[in-house]
C-alpha cells in the first residue's frame, strides 16, 4: 500500500533551521508531482512548497527565499530545508504525492513544526 512516512519536525527557536524528509512507497515516485502543506488549528491546510516530476518548484509567498524544497527520486524522497523560522510557520506539516489525474492524491501522517519567538 501507499505509504508517505514525514520526519524532521520539532521545536526550534525563531531564526533557526528544520529540514523536513517525506519516505514514499508504494507509488512511482519519479511520476508524482510531490509537495508540502501546512496546516493550524481552525484553518484549511494550505499549500508551502511543490515540486514536480521535471523539478519545476513553486512556494507559498510566505516563505520565498527561507524554504527549499527538493526531491531525491533515487531514495523515493522529498524534503523541505526551512531556514530563517518565524513563529508563524508553526503547524503540523503534511507530505502530499499527486499525479495529474488524480484529484487529491496521497498524504502522510503529518510532522508538527513549532517555533518559538
Known amino acids: 500500500q501507499v505509504q508517505l512516512v514525514e520526519s524532521g519536525g520539532g521545536l526550534v527557536q525563531a531564526g533557526g533551521s528544520l529540514r523536513l524528509s517525506c519516505a514514499a512507497s508504494?507509488?512511482?515516485?519519479?511520476?508524482?508531482?510531490m509537495a508540502w502543506y501546512r496546516q493550524v488549528p481552525g484553518k484549511e491546510r494550505e499549500l508551502v512548497a511543490s515540486?514536480?516530476?521535471?523539478?519545476?518548484?513553486n512556494y507559498a509567498n510566505s516563505v520565498k527565499g527561507r524554504f527549499t524544497i527538493s526531491r531525491d527520486n533515487s531514495q523515493n524522497t522529498v524534503y523541505l530545508q526551512m531556514n530563517s523560522l518565524k513563529p508563524e510557520d508553526t503547524g503540523v506539516y503534511y507530505c502530499?504525492?499527486?499525479?495529474?489525474?488524480?484529484?487529491?492524491?496521497?498524504w502522510g501522517q503529518g510532522a508538527q513544526v513549532s517555533v518559538s519567538s
Open positions: 502530499n504525492a499527486k499525479r495529474l489525474f488524480q484529484l487529491s492524491g496521497f
Open positions: 508504494g507509488i512511482i515516485f519519479s511520476a508524482n508531482n
Open positions: 515540486i514536480g516530476t521535471g523539478g519545476a518548484t
